[in-house]
C-alpha cells in the first residue's frame, strides 16, 4: 500500500520527465546539425523528394508557359520593329549600290559641266523601246524646258583617261510640252557625219539592227587605223560640230569596194543611260 501510495504522489513528475526525454530525443533526431540521419528518416525521405521534384518541375514549367505567354506581344512588337529596321537598311543599301553603280557617270557629268562651253538642259531618262539597247528613248523634259527637235543631245565621256568630252549621243526627234524622244546614233535610222582628228579625214556613220556603229569614208585611200577617234564634222548641221563619237575597232577595206569602211566602238554605253544632256542652241 506505501508503494502504491509513492507511485502515486510521484506520478505527475514521472510523466513530466518522460514528455522532456522524448522532446529532447526528436529534437536531436531533427537537428540540422546532424551528420547521419536515422533509417527511418531516411526512408520518409525517399519517399517524399521525388514528389517534391515533381511537383517543383510541373510547378516551373507552368509558370515559365504563363511567362511566354505573357510575352507574346512584347515579341510580336519587337519583331515589328526589326522588320521596319531591316527595311530601312535595304532601302539604304540599294541607294548606295545605285550611287556606287552610277560613280563614273556622276564623275563625268560633274567634270563635263565645269569645262563644258555649251548651254545644257539636264534630263532624265523615263522611258525606252524594248531591248538591251537605248537606241530609242524618252527623256522628262521637253518644249517648257527650252527644248526643240533637231537638238543634240550628250554625255559626259572620260577620253585618255583624264580628258572628259562631249559624248554625242543622239537628237530630239519628237517633243512635247514636258517630255522628248531621243533617236540615238546606234539607231538604225540614224546618219552622223565625222572626221578622224589624226588626218581630218571624214565620212559618214550610220547605226544598224544590231545596235552597232559602222560607216565608210568619202576618200577611199584615207588614212585611218585601229585606235583613231572620230568627232562629229557637222556636215549637214544634224549635230552639233566636234562632240566625241568613239574610236575605230575595225578598218575595212575589200578590193572589190570602192570605199574604205570602219567599224567604230561608241565613247557612250548605249546598256547604261540615266540621265543625258541636251545642248540648247
Given at each position: 500500500m506505501i508503494k502504491l501510495s509513492k507511485f502515486k504522489k510521484y506520478k505527475d513528475r514521472m510523466i513530466v520527465t518522460t514528455v522532456a526525454i522524448i522532446l529532447i530525443v526528436i529534437i536531436g533526431m531533427t537537428s540540422s546539425e546532424r551528420i547521419k540521419i536515422t533509417g527511418f528518416e531516411k526512408a520518409i525521405g525517399n519517399i517524399i523528394s521525388p514528389v517534391e521534384k515533381l511537383f517543383f518541375n510541373v510547378g516551373k514549367s507552368v509558370s515559365n508557359i504563363f511567362?511566354?505567354?505573357g510575352n507574346i506581344g512584347k515579341f510580336k512588337e519587337e519583331n515589328e520593329q526589326l522588320k521596319k529596321k531591316i527595311a530601312l537598311l535595304e532601302e539604304e543599301n540599294r541607294k548606295y549600290e545605285d550611287i556606287i553603280g552610277k560613280t563614273d557617270f556622276l564623275r563625268n557629268?560633274?567634270?563635263?559641266?565645269?569645262k563644258t562651253s555649251y548651254k545644257l538642259i539636264d534630263a532624265q531618262v523615263v522611258g525606252k523601246e524594248p531591248g538591251n539597247w537605248f537606241d530609242r528613248f524618252i527623256i522628262d523634259k521637253g518644249l517648257n524646258d527650252g527644248i526643240k527637235k533637231g537638238d543634240t543631245v550628250i554625255q559626259g565621256v572620260e577620253v585618255n583617261k583624264s580628258l572628259i568630252q562631249e559624248g554625242v549621243v543622239g537628237r530630239i526627234t519628237d517633243v512635247g510640252d514636258n517630255w522628248a524622244k531621243v533617236s540615238s546614233i546606234v539607231d538604225e535610222s540614224s546618219n552622223i557625219s565625222f572626221r578622224v582628228t589624226r588626218t581630218q579625214d571624214g565620212g559618214i556613220l550610220s547605226g544598224s539592227v544590231d545596235n552597232k556603229l559602222s560607216g565608210y569614208f568619202f576618200d577611199n585611200k584615207a588614212d585611218v587605223k585601229k585606235g583613231d577617234k572620230l568627232f562629229t564634222s557637222g556636215l549637214g548641221e544634224s549635230y552639233v560640230k566636234d562632240l566625241?563619237?568613239?574610236?575605230?575597232?575595225e578598218v575595212v577595206k575589200k578590193e572589190e569596194d570602192l570605199m574604205k569602211r570602219v567599224v567604230v566602238a561608241p565613247a557612250v554605253n548605249f546598256k547604261k543611260i540615266y540621265r543625258v544632256h541636251v545642248i540648247s542652241n
Open positions: 511567362g511566354t505567354i557629268e560633274a567634270r563635263l559641266k565645269e566625241y563619237i568613239g574610236e575605230v575597232k
